[in-house]
């Protein structure tokens, strides 16, 4: 049987940078620097660092790329949790780097939020100090070996639906660092879903584990694609500027519609009793999403909000000798080439 297929990352689109503040109009009228900005949005152009933009806009996408790039570094706790568990020396291997991609796609991520202005320090701060968020998935513990699977196959297959699209975001350095970044969980999909086959097709034991990690991690995966759109205060901003380029509901659809034949070939059922296929609507329909749990994971009262937080903040203090070494040798190194 053929492992289906994840959604593939775009290639890079080569379009070009907005004009730094062109003034001249067609009919040699000068145009504004808002102007400039709107008419490279609306011919979807790309915004650049140094373009002129609203500073809401840069406030947007400052909040989105960090709550993003926070996500990413949290993230790595709940499958490090499994890194000195796993089963064997390849499945080691395999979530070893795994975990590092996403530090690695951390780094890209707060690099792009810092051509916007801010820097890695200020953003880190906010994170440790509850004042940024992160996503919600990853205040849900990992109880066995199959959460990790799941995670691969569900939370990164997630990533994948919402992040393809962001390739085509309007400001390039977040759009470029998506390219990349979809590319590796991609990769991350794959080794979930295969990780789950696995136990799907070896012992009992094995397969309700798989099952159970399925049960407990679906719902909070729908999650992953923020509040229904009716309640969704930046959507239609974000839209608009082609930050984002499609709904929450809309991407948690597609999400959905590919999830169903990939859990049909994995032998496990989706946790919704109304999952069904609505040929009306072409899509499947599936059950109400229990929002007040979203919201008590984003209030800090998920099952491991502490637990992340207090690690990050440990993680922070014990890199400071990294982050001094770092510098001295920066600055012994500058003043040798001077
Ligand atoms: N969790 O108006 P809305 C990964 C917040 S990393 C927490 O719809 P927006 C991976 C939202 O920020 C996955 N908070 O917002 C890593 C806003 O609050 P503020 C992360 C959420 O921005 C390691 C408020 O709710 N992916 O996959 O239009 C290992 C209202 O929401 C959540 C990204 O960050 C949530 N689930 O849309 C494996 C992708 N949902 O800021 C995998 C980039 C919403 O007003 N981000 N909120 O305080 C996005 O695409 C969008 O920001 C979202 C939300 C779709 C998440």
Known sequence: MTVPTAPTAPTAPTAPTASPAATAGPAGA????????????????????????????????????????????????????????????????ILMAKVQDEAGHGLYLYSAAETLGVSRDELLDKLHTGRQKYSSIFNYPTLTWADVGAIGWLVDGAAITNQVPLCRCSYGPYARAMVRICKEE??????????????SRGTPEQHAMAQDAVDRWWWPSLMM???????????????AWKIKRHSNDELR???????????????????????????????YDFGAIDWAEFREVLKGDGPCNEQRITQRRRAHEDGAWVREAAAAHAAKHGEATR
């Open 186 to 199: 991609s990769f991350h999909q794959r080794q979930g879903y295969e990780a789950l086959l696995a136990l």
């Open 30 to 93: 000068r145009e504004t620097p808002e102007a400039v900005f709107d008419a490279a949005v609306a011919a979807d152009e790309r915004i650049e660092p140094r373009d002129w933009m609203p500073e809401a806009y840069r406030a947007s996408l400052v909040r989105q790329i960090a709550q993003h790039a926070h996500s990413e570094i949290i993230g790595m706790q709940p499958e490090a949790n499994w890194i000195t568990r796993a089963p064997s020396l390849r499945r080691k291997a």
């Open 253 to 283: 659809r597609r999400f959905v519609d590919i999830c169903v034949p990939q859990a049909e070939a994995l032998g496990l059922t989706l946790p919704d009793p109304e999952l069904r296929w609505n040929e009306e609507r072409g899509h």
């Open 225 to 239: 694609f923020g509040p229904p759109d009716d309640e969704s205060s930046h959507s239609a901003q974000s839209m």
